[in-house]
C-alpha cells in the first residue's frame, strides 16, 4: 500500500468521477445515472440475450437477468453517485461487479471456451489489487477514461476468472475460489487497519454521510474483507459439495 495521505492537508488533484461529485444524502435518491451508452448497453445484452433465446440457445433466465440486474444497481442507480463520496460504496460497487453480476452471467449464458485457472486467478486478484492501492484508484477518479478502465478491467478478469471455474475440475475450482477469498480478504485487512487515509478522492466527500475519511476506509475495508470474500467461500463450499454428491452417486451405482 503507498504512504498514508494527510487529511488534514490541501487536496491538490481536482477529482471528476464519472458519476459526478459526491451527493449528501438529501440528494442521493435523485441522483440515478441517465447515462445513454451505459442504459444502451444494458438493453443491447437484454435483447441480445432474449434473441438468443427465442433461437433455442441455451442459459439460465433468472441468473442472467440477476446478473444484469446487479450491473444497473453498480451503474445506474444511485450507488454510483454515492461511490463518487465514500470509498465504502466503491468498494461494494465492485463487490457487486466481480462477485454478483459475473458468476450470475458467467452460469447464467452458455459456458465458454475452457481458460487456464490458474492464469485467470492470477490475473483476477491482481487486478483487484491494482485498482485498490491508492494511486491507480486516484488516477481512476481523475477522468473517464480511467473510470472506465478500471470498471473493464475488474469485470473482464471476473468474468474470465468465474470462466475458468465453472470449466475447471470442482475441487481445482474451489482451491481457487479460497485463495481468492484469502488474497481479496488480506487486501480488505490491509485497508481496514491502514490507520489513516489512503484515498485521496475522498478526504472531503465523506463527512456529509457523518462518516470521517479513515472510518469510511475502514468499512470499505471490512465489505472486502467479510461480504466480498464470502461469495468466493460460498462458491467454493457449493463446488465442494457437489463434488462429494456426484462421488456417492457415482459410488452407489457401482
Same mark, same amino acid.
Given at each position: 500500500? *503507498? $504512504?498514508p495521505?494527510?487529511a488534514t492537508?490541501?487536496?491538490a488533484?481536482?477529482w471528476t468521477?464519472y458519476? #459526478?461529485a459526491g451527493?449528501?444524502?438529501?440528494?442521493?435518491?435523485?441522483?440515478?445515472?441517465l447515462?445513454?451508452?451505459?442504459i444502451g448497453l444494458l +438493453?443491447l #445484452?437484454a &435483447?441480445?440475450y432474449a434473441v438468443?433465446?427465442r433461437?433455442g440457445?441455451a442459459?439460465?433466465?433468472?441468473?442472467? !437477468?440477476?446478473g444484469? !440486474? *446487479?450491473l *444497473?444497481? $453498480?451503474f445506474v442507480s444511485? @450507488?454510483? !453517485?454515492l461511490?463518487?463520496a =465514500?470509498f465504502?460504496?466503491r468498494? +461494494?460497487?465492485?463487490?457487486? @461487479?466481480?462477485a454478483v453480476a459475473?458468476?450470475? =452471467?458467467v /452460469?447464467?449464458?452458455?459456458?465458454?471456451?475452457r481458460l487456464?485457472?490458474g492464469?485467470?486467478? =492470477?490475473v483476477?486478484?491482481s487486478?483487484?489489487?491494482?485498482?485498490h492501492?491508492?494511486?491507480?484508484?486516484?488516477?481512476a477518479?481523475s477522468?473517464?477514461?480511467?473510470?472506465w478502465?478500471?470498471q473493464?478491467?475488474?469485470f473482464?478478469?471476473?468474468?474470465a /476468472?468465474w470462466?475458468s471455474?465453472?470449466t475447471a475440475?470442482?475441487?481445482?475450482?474451489?482451491?481457487?475460489?479460497?485463495?481468492t477469498?484469502?488474497l481479496t480478504g488480506l487486501?480488505?485487512?490491509?485497508i481496514t /487497519?491502514a490507520?489513516?487515509?489512503?484515498? &485521496?478522492?475522498?478526504?472531503?466527500?465523506t463527512?456529509?454521510?457523518?462518516?470521517?475519511? @479513515? &472510518?469510511d476506509q475502514?468499512?470499505a475495508g471490512?465489505i472486502?474483507?467479510?461480504?466480498?470474500?464470502? +461469495?468466493y467461500?460460498?462458491a467454493?463450499?457449493v463446488?465442494?459439495g457437489?463434488? @462429494?454428491?456426484?462421488a456417492d452417486?457415482?459410488?452407489a451405482?457401482?
Amino acid at each position: 500500500m *503507498a $504512504s498514508p495521505i494527510d487529511a488534514t492537508g490541501p487536496v491538490a488533484a481536482a477529482w471528476t468521477p464519472y458519476c #459526478g461529485a459526491g451527493p449528501s444524502p438529501a440528494e442521493l435518491i435523485a441522483r440515478w445515472n441517465l447515462d445513454p451508452v451505459v442504459i444502451g448497453l444494458l +438493453a443491447l #445484452g437484454a &435483447a441480445g440475450y432474449a434473441v438468443h433465446r427465442r433461437r433455442g440457445g441455451a442459459g439460465r433466465d433468472l441468473l442472467v !437477468a440477476g446478473g444484469l !440486474a *446487479a450491473l *444497473a444497481v $453498480s451503474f445506474v442507480s444511485p @450507488l454510483c !453517485a454515492l461511490s463518487s463520496a =465514500l470509498f465504502s460504496a466503491r468498494v +461494494a460497487h465492485h463487490a457487486l @461487479l466481480v462477485a454478483v453480476a459475473a458468476p450470475l =452471467l458467467v /452460469f447464467g449464458l452458455p459456458k465458454a471456451a475452457r481458460l487456464p485457472l490458474g492464469l485467470t486467478t =492470477l490475473v483476477h486478484v491482481s487486478t483487484v489489487w491494482l485498482w485498490h492501492a491508492p494511486g491507480p484508484y486516484a488516477w481512476a477518479l481523475s477522468h473517464d477514461a480511467a473510470y472506465w478502465l478500471m470498471q473493464a478491467s475488474l469485470f473482464g478478469s471476473a468474468l474470465a /476468472f468465474w470462466s475458468s471455474v465453472r470449466t475447471a475440475p470442482a475441487i481445482a475450482a474451489a482451491g481457487a475460489l479460497v485463495a481468492t477469498m484469502m488474497l481479496t480478504g488480506l487486501l480488505g485487512a490491509l485497508i481496514t /487497519f491502514a490507520g489513516q487515509p489512503l484515498y &485521496a478522492p475522498h478526504l472531503a466527500t465523506t463527512y456529509a454521510w457523518s462518516l470521517t475519511p @479513515l &472510518a469510511d476506509q475502514q468499512l470499505a475495508g471490512l465489505i472486502m474483507w467479510a461480504p466480498m470474500a464470502l +461469495a468466493y467461500l460460498i462458491a467454493a463450499l457449493v463446488l465442494v459439495g457437489r463434488s @462429494l454428491a456426484d462421488a456417492d452417486t457415482a459410488a452407489a451405482r457401482a
